[in-house]
C-alpha cells in the first residue's frame, strides 16, 4: 500500500472538527477508498485547552497555523479558520509557497484572492481544493469544473445561503415576519449573533463570485456584485407573490449578457412550479444552464459541520488518489493566467420581467397615472391586481401590484421614479426582479 497522506488542520471549530471527526470513523472506509491511509498529523486553533469533542492524541498542536503550513510533517494544508485576511489568508499562502496542497472551505479568502492563490498553486504544481466553500455539501466546484468540459454556460444561478432560505420559506408557510423568522433562525444556531453578512446577501454574492469564475472563464470580481438582501421583503410581498404563481427567494445570479456579465444578488421571484421553487428550509440550491446539457439543478445542504465536512473530506480523498508526478488540473477550470478581466454588465441594462407593488391614495386618476408612467417607459404589462387597503391615519388607501413583461431595469426605476414624484404613493414602492426558473 502507498505511504499514508499525512494532513494538517488549521482550525479546530464546527467544520475543523467534523473533518478530523469523519476522517478518524470512516478511516477504514477512506483507506479501502483511496488505497491508502490518511492521517491527521498536526493541528491548530487559538485555544488548546477546548474540548473538540474528537481525539486528538497523536497529533501535534501547532498554535501559529502558519509554522504548522510551513513545518509541519503534512502532505496537506487544511484551512478551515475563515476570513479573507489575516491568519487564514497568511496560512494558505505559506503552505502553498512550501509546495503543500490545499484544502479550503473559506469563500471570502476565494473571493478575494482566489485569483492570486490559484497562481502560486498552479506554478507550485500543487492542488488548491475548495468544494466546501460553495453550498456546503453540494458538489458544485467538481461538476462545473469537471464534469462540464465542453459545455458554455449561459447562467448560473442559485439559493447560496440556508439562512435567508430559512426565513424566506417559514415567512411563506406561517406568515411571520422577517424579524420574528430571523430570531428563530439565531436561536436555532442557522444565523450568526450578527447576521449582516447573511441576509445581506454578501454570503451569497461570495459564492456566486467563485461560480462566476468557474462559468465564464472571468477572474473573481466580488466587489463589482449587484447586492440587495431580504431584509425588506414583508408579507405583502410574500402573499402577493403567491396569488400571481411565483415564490420570493434570495438568489445569486451570473449571466452572459450582450453588454457583459451580469452578476447580481436580490430577493427574486421565481415561478412555484419551477424546481427552484421547491428548495426550501437551510437547503441550497444550484442550477447550470448550458448549451450542450441544458439546465442542471443540484440540491442539497449547504452547511453545518457534516456536509461541510463531506465536501472537505472528498476534497482530501481526491489529494489521496492522486499518482505522484501528475500534472493537476487546474484551479478555476482553466489556467489563471487564462483568465479574463471580468467585463460588467451594467444593472441598469439588465432585461427581464418585474414584481412592482405600489401603495397609494385610493382616489380618482391615480391608477390612470401609474399606467401612463408605465407606458412612457414602453413597460408592457402582463397583469394588474388592486386591492383597497382601508384608510389608514384618515387616508383612504389601496395596493397596486404590477407585473410586467420582459423590461429593462432603467426603464422601470424611470417609471416607479416617476410614480414617486407624482406625489400618488403612501409608502415606500417594492421592486422585486422575476427570474426565468425552469
Ligand atoms: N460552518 C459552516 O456550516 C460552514 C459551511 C461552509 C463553509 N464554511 C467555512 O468554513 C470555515 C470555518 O468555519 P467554521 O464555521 O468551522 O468556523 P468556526 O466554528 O468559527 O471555527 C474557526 C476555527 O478557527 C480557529 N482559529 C481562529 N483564528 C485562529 C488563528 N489565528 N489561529 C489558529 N486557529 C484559529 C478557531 O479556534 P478556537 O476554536 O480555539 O477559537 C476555531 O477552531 C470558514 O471559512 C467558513 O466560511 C463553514
Known amino acids: 500500500m502507498a505511504e499514508a497522506l499525512r494532513v494538517g488542520i488549521a482550525g479546530l471549530g464546527t467544520v475543523g472538527a467534523s473533518v478530523a471527526r469523519v476522517l478518524r470513523d470512516k478511516g477504514a472506509e477512506l483507506t479501502r477508498q483511496c488505497g491508502r491511509e490518511i492521517v491527521v498529523t498536526a493541528v491548530s486553533a487559538r485555544d488548546r485547552t477546548r474540548d473538540r469533542g474528537v481525539d486528538l492524541s497523536g497529533t501535534q498542536w501547532f498554535d501559529d497555523p502558519i509554522e504548522l503550513a510551513e513545518k509541519a510533517d503534512i502532505d496537506v494544508f487544511i484551512e478551515l479558520i475563515g476570513g479573507d485576511e489575516g491568519a487564514a489568508r497568511a496560512c494558505v499562502r505559506a503552505a502553498l509557497d512550501a509546495g503543500r496542497h490545499v484544502v479550503t472551505a473559506n469563500k471570502a479568502l476565494l473571493a478575494k484572492h482566489g485569483v492570486a492563490l490559484a497562481e502560486v498553486a498552479e506554478k507550485k504544481g500543487v492542488l ?20 462540464m468540459a465542453g459545455n458554455t454556460v449561459t447562467r448560473v444561478f442559485g439559493i447560496l445561503n440556508g439562512t435567508c432560505n430559512y426565513i424566506l420559506t417559514r415567512m411563506e408557510a406561517e406568515g411571520l415576519t422577517f424579524e420574528a423568522c430571523l430570531a428563530d433562525a439565531q436561536r436555532l444556531g442557522y444565523a450568526e449573533a450578527d447576521p449582516t453578512f447573511d441576509i445581506e446577501g454578501n454570503d451569497t454574492a461570495h459564492k456566486l463570485a467563485i461560480l462566476t469564475s468557474l462559468a465564464f472563464g472571468s477572474k473573481i470580481a466580488a466587489d463589482d456584485i449587484y447586492l440587495e438582501g431580504i431584509s425588506n421583503i414583508t408579507q405583502a410581498d410574500i402573499r402577493a407573490a403567491a396569488e400571481l404563481g411565483y415564490r420570493i427567494k434570495l438568489l445569486g445570479v451570473a449571466q452572459r449578457t450582450e453588454s457583459g456579465i451580469e452578476q447580481r444578488v436580490h430577493p427574486t421571484m421565481v415561478p412555484t412550479a ?80 418585474y414584481f412592482i407593488r405600489l401603495t397609494v391614495h385610493d382616489r380618482i386618476g391615480v391608477f390612470a397615472a401609474i399606467a401612463k408612467r408605465m407606458a412612457d417607459n414602453d413597460i408592457s404589462l402582463e397583469s394588474i391586481v388592486q386591492h383597497a387597503n382601508g384608510t389608514e391615519g384618515g387616508i383612504a388607501q389601496k395596493t397596486v401590484i404590477l407585473v410586467t413583461h420582459e423590461t429593462t431595469e432603467a426603464a422601470v426605476r424611470k417609471a416607479v421614479d416617476g410614480v414617486t414624484k407624482d406625489g400618488h404613493l403612501t409608502d415606500k414602492p417594492q421592486v422585486i426582479r422575476i427570474e426565468r426558473a425552469g
Open 128 to 147: 488548491l481544493n475548495y468544494e466546501a466553500a460553495v453550498a456546503g455539501g453540494i458538489p458544485v466546484i467538481k461538476t462545473m469544473r469537471e464534469a
Open 274 to 353: 419551477s424546481v427552484i421553487a421547491q428548495v426550501h428550509g437551510v437547503t441550497n440550491a444550484v442550477a447550470i444552464e448550458t448549451d450542450i446539457l441544458g439546465e442542471l439543478l443540484l440540491s442539497g445542504p449547504g452547511a453545518g459541520g457534516n456536509a461541510t465536512a463531506s465536501a472537505v473530506v472528498g476534497d482530501i480523498a481526491d489529494i489521496a488518489k492522486s499518482r505522484p508526478g501528475f500534472q493537476h488540473g487546474p484551479v478555476f477550470g482553466r489556467p489563471a493566467k487564462e483568465l479574463k478581466p471580468y467585463k460588467k454588465a451594467q444593472m441598469r441594462s439588465h432585461a427581464g420581467g
